[in-house]
């Protein structure tokens, strides 16, 4: 199994990046779909997850309004656009798969992909 995160990169506050997160090895259909990051010195925490019967996504607060999960089964393929840049937003993003009905933890994901850096100047 292997997740692929791309779309990082260095972007001015107020900005847009889009990443993607390629599946491999398994069908996202059949898994939940979350977007983690984690900051310097800090613990990673869930941005937004996509459940696999679907329904309301799920936000961290502080991204609320201006991030958007989204998934297209089809292209095994789960995207997080993210609108508003803020420098707090600064971090590895890195996309996940769970089976887990403990889909919200971390420790509910199997399978990780190698993150992605996004770097938001002030």
């Known amino acids: 199994v292997q997740l692929q995160a791309s779309g990082g990169g260095l972007v001015q506050a107020g900005g847009s990046l889009g990443l993607s997160c390629k599946a491999s090895?398994?069908?996202?259909?059949?898994?939940?779909m979350g977007w983690f990051r984690q900051a310097p010195g800090q613990e990673r925490e869930l941005v937004a997850a996509?459940?696999?019967?679907?329904?309301?996504?799920h936000y961290a607060d502080s991204v609320k309004g201006r991030f958007t999960i989204s998934r297209d089964n089809a292209k095994n393929t789960v995207y997080l656009q993210m609108n508003g840049l803020k420098p707090e937003d600064t971090a590895v993003y890195y996309c996940?798969?769970?089976?887990?009905?403990?889909?919200?933890?971390?420790?509910?994901?199997?399978?990780w992909g190698q993150g992605t850096q996004v770097t938001v100047s002030s």
């Open positions: 996940a798969a769970s089976q887990n009905v403990v889909w919200r933890m971390e420790s509910g994901y199997k399978y």
């Open positions: 090895g398994l069908r996202t259909r059949d898994y939940h």
């Open positions: 996509a459940r696999r019967s679907g329904g309301e996504p």
